[in-house]
């Protein structure tokens, strides 16, 4: 006896909203009964990866904090997988508009004047756009496959970011320690209110989650976007040009992740150093995915891997689990949510 | 031999319901061996679901289906042909860069590509007439050709009964009645035919009995032998079918599209290259291209809308422009329109509301809004056509792909019809559309030369070409027969410079 699947001829509304909280549910269990048998207490585990993020004041900031870089990259990444186009090189992109940001930072060090972050924010982004334009140039231009390109491209942009701040870049103060001058506060994206770790950043993630939602769902352009990732020959039909396309739906993921690079280096880091890339870009395409492609639902799905992250690095003290556990939840929620996408689609006959 | 009396097939009260539309409702139905039997009935009147029954490929709500006498039930195809059922689909499942032979094999159980099948497909070949060459790969077939293929296929089952769809809409009337004489032999052998087509004339022609559908229910049964193809069209309706009205006279006007000395090669593999078209169409006429699929109608098209082929020499002219090296969206802007021949992906995308899809060729030329689309005039537009050119379908605003063929087809020339288009460009405009429909659209492309705009239909049903045009011309192996005067011309003669200059592609004739 063997499975297979078989197409359903309707799905119900009801079964679309259920299925993510299912799929939620299911992952939790299956996490639940690892940890079980590795011999790990669950109500700790609960603790660390529910209780504490959602209840106190620091695990809010930080759940929201980190879910604000993810789903600025995701939001770009939803305008190239809707059109059909892979860009896997957001880390990259996030890397250069970070490194961009810095060296405006970096070059006004002492100046304190306040076009400084306005020009940073510039610089991230424009650097962002550059740097995702090049897999979409090499693909319009020569053919060549954006998957890989734009994956090379991350690699490039880590050296570089490194040897600029083992080099050029660093600061002659810090004893030799790979990174650069510690901004000041004039390249500084400060916190919306005293007390608060919650920078303007979350303010303008929250703003290009909306914007981009009318986007995609209002706009000529959206519509262009989305039609030529459903079928290809109805947007040629169109007269959509699908090589502007692909050069934009680039520009757009390359300019939110080098934003969300430039925010990131600004509030929350400081300074540059090799590693400002935390994985975000990739983690961000499993973001667009379990928004199912939607700015909103990217927004649930970034807020909902953040807490993950945060857990985790609670778990690596109070449970001793190695942080790569949290690799492991994610594919297993990305997994799921998948799995359960394909089974409100299709059903499983036996054959 | 088994009793003539017992049917090979039949089905009772066969009922198949998709949520609460009744696809078949209460079914009865039998096709006798030796017997050609026609399935009947406007697109959407429950054919397919009920071929699809007795194939495996659905599952009845009620109703029984016996074989010969024994009451059966088809989980899978595979059942139905472990049974004698066969079924010759409209649309091939062929490998391009296969042979036949490793083609045969593939869609065959259990076979391999070896001289045994090639032995055991010239002896079906021989018996039914079906002229097979086994090592020639597909791409170079013709579509006659590659349906033979398909029908051997079938035939290597050995069923008692073959089910084939509409299986002359890709065919040369040459070609056709190939297929004709292969059919009244599987037929005189003691095999049953289930003949599903549009086509009345030529179901007068060879089928000795039909089953006429409607709404999803059997509204009559009759010998197409004495019957006419209006009476039959009649049955499939419910009401006079009206010939198309030919326009009050009109004079012909300015060139709106013309085509001088245009050499273009194919941008996809296998594609059919165009050499030295010269074509002209004045405002007030319909001028249709006959020939058979393949033959470089749809490199035609795409060059005409700008959607693809490298032009090597020549050029095009849109009302007086040159417009060869323009974007689809330019050449509409100067007044053209197209209807691509895939409905689904191309004219259409399937899984938006027809208001959405009217954004697919309204946003350059009307109003739609582009930073908001403006999501309540189309829906108003979508009901305007939806009333002027009856199209139906579930609800106010549906999904393109739940529409049927015919009604979905209506939308796509309603939607560029409302454009008002000075020049009109049709590739197969009533494809697999039901016998209404294609009245209605072929009506509507005439009336439309009537008001002024010049019409160019791309189509492969001949009748079809005669009955609307002023002018006909041929395309064949990427050559272009200048257009004659239709009435100065007849369907043998059009026939005969279709199956010509197929340069070692098709058969000569």
Not at chain 2, 15 to 31: E, Y
Request: include cysteine; hydrophobic fraction near 50%; proline fraction near 4%.
């Amino acid at each position: 006896m063997a499975l297979a699947l078989a197409p359903r001829r309707s799905v119900s509304r009801l079964r679309q909203v259920l299925t993510p909280l299912v799929a939620f549910l299911v992952a939790l269990i299956v996490a639940g009964s690892v940890l079980a048998a590795m011999g790990k207490s669950l109500k700790i585990a609960a603790e660390v990866y529910i209780v504490e993020p959602l209840t106190s004041s620091w695990g809010v900031q930080e759940v929201i904090l980190k879910a604000t870089p993810l789903t600025l990259i995701a939001i770009g990444l939803i305008f190239a997988i809707r059109a059909n186009r892979w860009n896997i090189g957001a880390e990259g992109q996030y890397v250069i508009g970070g490194m961009a940001g810095g060296a405006v930072a970096i070059a006004t060090h002492g100046m304190g004047a306040p076009w400084i972050l306005p020009a940073m924010l510039a610089a991230g982004v424009l650097a962002g756009v550059a740097y995702g334009a090049l897999p979409a140039l090499l693909r319009n231009r020569f053919g060549i496959s954006e998957i890989l390109s734009s994956l090379m491209l991350v690699y490039v942009a880590e050296l570089l970011l490194d040897y600029l701040v083992r080099g050029p870049w660093r600061d002659p103060k810090a004893y030799n320690f790979p990174k650069s001058v510690n901004f000041d506060a004039a390249a500084t994206l400060g916190p919306i209110a005293e007390g608060l770790k919650l920078h303007w950043g979350v303010v303008l993630a929250l703003v290009v989650v909306v914007v981009a939602a009318l986007v995609l769902a209002r706009s000529l352009f959206g519509f262009a976007v989305s039609a030529t990732g459903e079928a290809p020959r109805a947007a040629n039909f169109a007269g959509f040009n699908d090589r502007r396309l692909t050069m934009q739906v680039f520009a757009i993921s390359g300019g939110l992740a080098g934003l969300a690079g430039v925010i990131e280096v600004s509030a929350n880091i400081g300074q540059l150093q090799p590693s400002i890339g935390q994985g975000y870009g990739f983690t961000a395409i499993i973001v667009a995915f379990l928004g199912r492609l939607n700015p909103m639902g990217a927004l649930v799905a970034a807020l909902a891997l953040s807490m993950l992250i945060i857990g985790s690095e609670t778990a690596q003290v109070m449970l001793k689990l190695p942080f790569d556990m949290t690799r492991a939840f994610m594919g297993l929620l990305l997994l799921c949510v998948l799995a359960g996408e394909a089974l409100t689609r299709f059903r499983l006959v036996r054959t | 031999m088994s009793d003539p009396a017992i049917p090979l097939i039949r089905c009772r009260g066969l009922t198949k319901r998709f949520g609460s539309l009744v696809a078949n409702d209460g079914i009865d139905f039998s096709v006798a061996a030796g017997e050609i039997h026609a399935l009947l009935g406007e697109n959407g009147a429950g054919k397919s679901t009920l071929v699809k029954c007795l194939y495996g490929l659905l599952a009845p709500d009620a109703g029984s289906i016996e074989v010969r006498g024994r009451a059966v039930h088809l989980a899978d195809p595979e059942q139905a042909r472990a049974l004698g059922i066969g079924m010759v689909f409209q649309h091939f499942s062929l490998f391009e860069e296969l042979t036949v032979l490793e083609n045969i094999a593939l869609g065959t159980a259990g076979a391999r590509a070896d001289a045994a099948l090639a032995a055991r497909v010239a002896e079906v070949s021989r018996i039914y007439g079906l002229d097979i060459e086994v090592k020639r790969p597909v791409w170079t077939l013709s579509a006659g050709e590659r349906q033979r293929i398909e029908i051997c296929r079938c035939l290597l089952q050995d069923p008692r009964l073959i089910i084939l769809d509409e299986p002359t809409s890709v065919l040369t009337p040459q070609e056709a009645e190939s297929l004709f004489a292969s059919l009244e032999r599987l037929a005189s052998h003691g095999a049953g035919i289930l003949f599903i087509s549009h086509k009345l004339e030529e179901v007068r022609r060879i089928c000795s009995a039909a089953t006429i559908l409607r709404g999803g229910k059997v509204v009559g049964t009759a010998d197409p032998r004495v019957e006419t193809a209006r009476s039959l069209a009649s049955l499939m309706v419910g009401e006079g079918v009206s010939d198309v009205r030919p326009p009050p006279r009109h004079e012909r006007g300015e060139a709106l599209l013309e085509v001088e000395n245009l050499t273009v090669l194919p941008d996809v593999v296998h594609g059919m290259p165009l050499s030295d078209v010269n074509l002209t169409v004045q405002a007030g006429e319909v001028v249709a291209i006959a020939g058979v699929a393949g033959n470089g109608q749809s490199e035609f098209f795409s060059v005409l809308s700008g959607e693809g082929g490298v032009v090597r020499r020549g050029r095009i002219r849109i009302a007086g422009r040159i417009v060869t090296g323009s974007s689809i969206g330019e050449r509409r802007r100067l007044g053209a329109a197209y209807v691509p021949e895939a409905r689904l992906g191309h004219a259409t995308l399937p899984q938006r509301t027809l208001s959405e899809n009217l954004v697919l060729s309204w946003h350059d030329t009307e109003k739609v809004g582009r930073l908001a689309l403006n999501l309540r005039r189309l829906k108003q537009a979508v009901q305007t056509i939806i009333r002027r050119f009856d199209v139906r379908g579930p609800g106010e605003d549906p999904r393109a792909a739940q529409l049927s063929g015919g009604n979905l087809q209506k939308y796509i020339v309603g939607r560029e019809i409302e454009r008002k288009p000075k020049l009109l460009v049709v590739d197969q405009p009533t494809w697999g559309v039901d016998a209404r429909a294609a009245a209605l659209i072929r009506q509507t492309l005439v009336d439309l030369s009537a008001e002024g705009a010049a019409v160019l239909v791309i189509t492969q049903d001949l009748d079809e070409a005669f009955e609307i045009s002023d002018r006909i011309a041929v395309l064949t192996g990427g050559r272009m027969h200048p257009p004659v005067p239709t009435r100065m011309t007849d369907r043998d003669a059009v026939g005969m410079l279709m199956t010509q200059h197929h340069d070692g592609r098709g058969e000569a004739a």
